[in-house]
Nanobody, 123 residues
Framework: QVQLVESGGGLVQAGGSLRLSCAASGSIYSINAMGWYRQGPGKQRELVAAITSDGFINYADSVKGRFTISRDNAKKNGVTLQMNSLNPEDTAVYYC????????????????WGQGTQVTVSS
């Protein structure tokens, strides 16, 4: 089974920075893309940033210029999200997502989610 383990959330003051990390484990053959979504209080889950296996990157307009997504070279099938200039509107539970994961044991591709990590930005 594939698991996504996240780390790095917490409480920070406005203007501060946090770094989120996610590592996918299991009998993984390939992952089409990894990314981060977030869900704020009373809001729908939304895409924050994603990076494909080819290196194509997509950001939500609200985080462009402040957040940077990259592959975690220290961990195979890992991704990090560097978040700078945080503001209270960034407060949310952040979820790691792996899209179209192919494993050695299954012929189909599936998506997986992490358990979520809380990011709280105080004003």
């Amino acid at each position: 089974q594939v698991q996504l383990v996240e780390s790095g959330g917490g409480l920070v003051q406005a203007g501060g920075s946090l770094r989120l990390s996610c590592a996918a484990s299991g009998s993984i053959y390939s992952i089409n893309a990894m990314g981060w979504y977030r869900q704020g209080p009373g809001k729908q889950r939304e895409l924050v940033a994603a990076i494909t296996s080819d290196g194509f990157i997509n950001y939500a307009d609200s985080v462009k210029g402040r957040f940077t997504i990259s592959r975690d070279n220290a961990k195979k099938n890992g991704v990090t999200l560097q978040m700078n200039s945080l503001n209270p509107e960034d407060t949310a539970v952040y979820y790691c997502h792996a899209r179209r994961v192919r494993t050695y044991s299954r012929a189909t591709e599936n998506d997986y989610w992490g358990q979520g990590t809380q990011v709280t930005v105080s004003s």
